[in-house]
C-alpha cells in the first residue's frame, strides 16, 4: 500500500497513546540508528484504532518531530487490531502474476469485509507439502477507510506517507533483524495502550496472528475508577512515587491484577495455536510495548506458559548515534520495536 516516493523513510509507529519514531541508516558495516524519539498523545483522539480527532494527532506529530529534530519527510507507518485481516491461506499451486489476478477471489472466501472496502495485498509462502497442487499464502486485507484516514493525518502533518505496513510484521521484522532465527517457535507479544498483538513466527515464519483488545490503558481505567480523576491524571499517578491521591501499594495492587488478566488472554491465544499446532512449542516469548516493563507481568507470564519470557531490545545489534541518550533509549527500546522495525522498509518491499 504505497503512497508516494522513497529517498529516505522515518519509521512512525501511531498508537493510541503515543507516537514513536525512528530513523535507521543502512551502511556496508550494518544498520545505525541516527535519531530516536517518543510523545504522548491525549486519550480519545485515537479509539480503538479510529482516529477521532485528526487536527490534534497531525499536531502531536509536527510536534514530535520538531522536538526531536526529524529533517525527513518521507515515513512508513502501520496499522493493527481489527482494521486488518491476516491469513494463511492454502490455493492451488500458480505464478504469483497469476494470483495476482485471482486474489480478489481468492479473499472473498476468507476475508469478513466486503472486498471493495479494503486494500488487499499477499505474500506466497511456499509448496504445501502435504499437498504439492497447493501453495501457502499470506492473504493481508486492510479497510481502505482506515489506511486513507491515517494517510490523511499524516499528509495533514506536513509528512509524505510512502508505505502502510501490518503492525504484526513491523514487530518480526524488528525482531528478525536482531536475534538469530531458531527452528524453535517464538512468540512476539506487543503489549500497547489499548491492544496485545501475539505473532508466533519461527525460521522466519509467522504460524499464528491474534490480537486481544488489553493494554496498558487499563491500568490507567482502574486508576481512573478508583480515585475519579481523568485518564490523562491517571497515567501521571501510575508514574508517580509520592502521590496523596492513591499510594504505590494501590498501584501495586492494581498493576498485578491487570497483569494477570493480559496472561489470562495470551494463555487462551497460546492454548488456541497449540490445538492447531500439535507439534509445536513455545519454549521463548519475547516482549515489546509498555507493558514489557512491568516486572510482575513477565514474571507470572513465565510461569503461566512455562516459557522463557525476555525484553526485546529492537537496536540490539545497531550502532546509535552519539546524540541518543543511552538511559532515554535503554528506557523507551521495547515500546520502539514497531516504529524500527518500520523504519527499516524500503518504497519497493514487497
Not at 525512528?22 to 479510529?50: C, H, M, R
Not at 525527513?72 to 493493527?80: C, D, K, L, M, T
Not at 510484521?169 to 532465527?181: I, T
Not at 508517580?240 to 491487570?258: M, P, R, T, Y
Amino acid at each position: 500500500m504505497i503512497f508516494g516516493k522513497k529517498t529516505h523513510l522515518i519509521g512512525l509507529d501511531i498508537g493510541s497513546r503515543g507516537l514513536k519514531a525512528s530513523e535507521i541508516i543502512e551502511t556496508k558495516k550494518g544498520y545505525t540508528l541516527k535519531n530516536f524519539g517518543a510523545a504522548k498523545i491525549l486519550p480519545g483522539i485515537i479509539d480503538e484504532g479510529v482516529i477521532k480527532e485528526p487536527e490534534k494527532l497531525a499536531d502531536a506529530i509536527r510536534q514530535l518531530f520538531k522536538a526531536f529534530n526529524f529533517k525527513e519527510e518521507n515515513v512508513a507507518i502501520s496499522i493493527g487490531g481489527y482494521s486488518a485481516i491476516v491469513k494463511r491461506i492454502d490455493v492451488q499451486k500458480m505464478t504469483e502474476n497469476q494470483l495476482q489476478e485471482t486474489i480478489h477471489l481468492e479473499a472473498e472466501q476468507h476475508i469478513p469485509f466486503d472486498i471493495k472496502d479494503v486494500f488487499l495485498d499477499f505474500q506466497i509462502l511456499g509448496e504445501n507439502q502435504s499437498n504439492p497442487n497447493q501453495m501457502h499464502v499470506l492473504l493481508v486485507a486492510a479497510k481502505k477507510e482506515i489506511i486513507n484516514d491515517y494517510a490523511d493525518v499524516v499528509q495533514l502533518a506536513g509528512l509524505n506517507p510512502c508505505l502502510v505496513d501490518v503492525d504484526a510484521f513491523a514487530l518480526q521484522n524488528s525482531f528478525e533483524l536482531n536475534y538469530d532465527l531458531s527452528e524453535e517457535s517464538v512468540a512476539l507479544i506487543d503489549i500497547g495502550a489499548s491492544k496485545t498483538l501475539i505473532n508466533v513466527v519461527k525460521n522466519g515464519d509467522s504460524l499464528f496472528l491474534r490480537d486481544v483488545s488489553s493494554g496498558c490503558g487499563q491500568i490507567d481505567q482502574k486508576i481512573a475508577s478508583a480515585v475519579n480523576c481523568s485518564l490523562e491524571e491517571a497515567g501521571d499517578l501510575k508514574i508517580c512515587e509520592n502521590s496523596d491521591v492513591i499510594s504505590q501499594e494501590d498501584v501495586g495492587q492494581i498493576v498485578l491484577s491487570i497483569a494477570n488478566d493480559w496472561c489470562l488472554e495470551i494463555r487462551r491465544a497460546l492454548d488456541f495455536f497449540y490445538s492447531t499446532n500439535h507439534d509445536e512449542h513455545i519454549e521463548r516469548i519475547v516482549l515489546s510495548g509498555g507493558g514489557a516493563n512491568i516486572k510482575e507481568f513477565r514474571e507470572i507470564l513465565a510461569e503461566e506458559t512455562a516459557a522463557a519470557v525476555e525484553t526485546i531490545n529492537p537496536f540490539r545489534k545497531f550502532d546509535i548515534d552519539r546524540q541518543i541518550d543511552p538511559a532515554y533509549l535503554e528506557q523507551m527500546a521495547p515500546q520502539a520495536a514497531i516504529c524500527a522495525g518500520l523504519a527499516i522498509r524500503s518504497i519497493d518491499d514487497k
